[in-house]
């Protein structure tokens, strides 16, 4: 399985994708998270992208492609793999199909999972992450059992910087006006598989397993 989740940010990207790798053992590769571990080991590419996330704006895409030719060469992405939040611009797409011919691989779907802005703003606004294992939860709809301490691992709960009501309106006119043009790009070359994500996340999965055949 070789596949991208293209969708607005809260549409579920993130908390389908740990699903479907725990269910078929890929890797799961999301820029997001990446950027964010950089950002708080201060690297090189950490200082640079701060700014721009913390803003809801996107990471050049320079940056974002040189980031990713080094991840899809690692052992772990042979079994195959799940792209959460990258491709995110037409150039980053591009990038991408040339690399893959540089890695003789072939990508089997972009999935593009739907949701209006409203249900966006609500799921992100509510957000809670694990420090510690990344878990992802909401304080609504899917809460921790013990106030502050992830389910999982014990680790401490927190909320995403970006996931302020200002940056997440920016987040969504960046996905409108960057991000979207990659449905018609997809769907050109017959790759898109659409996934209504506004139902509940059990509901979304079905659907998303459905659709990959898997
Ligand atoms: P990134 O981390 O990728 O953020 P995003 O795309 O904005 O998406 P999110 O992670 O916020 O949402 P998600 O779809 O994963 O939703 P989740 O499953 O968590 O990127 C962050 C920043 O990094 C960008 O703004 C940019 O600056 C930079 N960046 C990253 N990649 C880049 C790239 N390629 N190029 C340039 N810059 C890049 O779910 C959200 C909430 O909803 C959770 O609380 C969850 O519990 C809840 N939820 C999920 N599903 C359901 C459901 N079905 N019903 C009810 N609640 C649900
Ligand atoms: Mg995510």
Redesign the pocket.
Known sequence: MRVIFIGP?GAG???Q?AKVVERHGVAHI?T??ILRENVKRKTPLGLKAKEFMNAGRLVPDELIVAMMKDRLRESDCAGGFIL??FPRTVPQAQALDALMVELDLELDAAVLFQVDDETVVERLSGRRLCRKCGA?YHAVFHPTAAEGVCDACGGEIYQRDDDKEAVIRNRLTVYHSQTAPLIDYYRSCGRLLEVDAAGSSDAVLVALEKRLGA
């Open positions: 940010p990207k993130g908390t994708a999301s997001g998270d959460d939040g992802i």
